[in-house]
C-alpha cells in the first residue's frame, strides 16, 4: 500500500487518543500544537491546533480517555519527505 501523499497548504486528519493516568485535570493554559519534524533535514514546523475549547474541555481528566479529531493545515514551505508527529501543549509566553 502507498504512503499517504499531503501537498503543501492542504490538510490532514489526525486522530489522537489521550489518557491522563495522573491526579489532576490541566490548570494552566496551554496551546495545543502539533510538530512535524523532517527525517532526513530535522527541520521542524510547528501547528497551532485551535479547537475554540478551554483546554480543560478537549484534553481528559484524571482517569479519563478522550480521542481528538484534528485536521492540521500542512504549512507552505514544507519539504517533500518523510516526518515524524509530536504533539505539545506550548506555552502562551512563547507565541506572543
Keep these: 500500500m502507498a504512503p499517504d501523499v499531503v501537498r503543501q497548504g492542504g490538510t490532514f486528519p489526525l486522530t489522537l487518543k489521550m489518557t491522563n493516568d495522573g491526579f489532576a485535570r490541566i490548570h494552566n493554559p496551554r496551546m ?9 533535514s530535522s527541520k521542524e514546523f510547528h501547528i497551532n491546533v485551535d479547537q475554540n475549547l478551554g483546554n480543560r474541555m478537549y484534553l481528559p481528566g484524571p482517569g479519563e480517555t478522550k480521542t481528538l479529531e484534528i485536521k492540521a493545515a500542512i504549512p507552505i514551505g514544507t519539504a517533500p519527505g518523510m516526518y515524524e508527529i509530536f504533539l505539545t501543549r506550548a506555552s502562551p509566553a512563547t507565541h506572543s
Aim: overall charge neutral; charged content about 45%.
Design 32 to 40: 495545543l500544537e502539533v510538530v512535524l519534524r523532517h527525517r532526513d
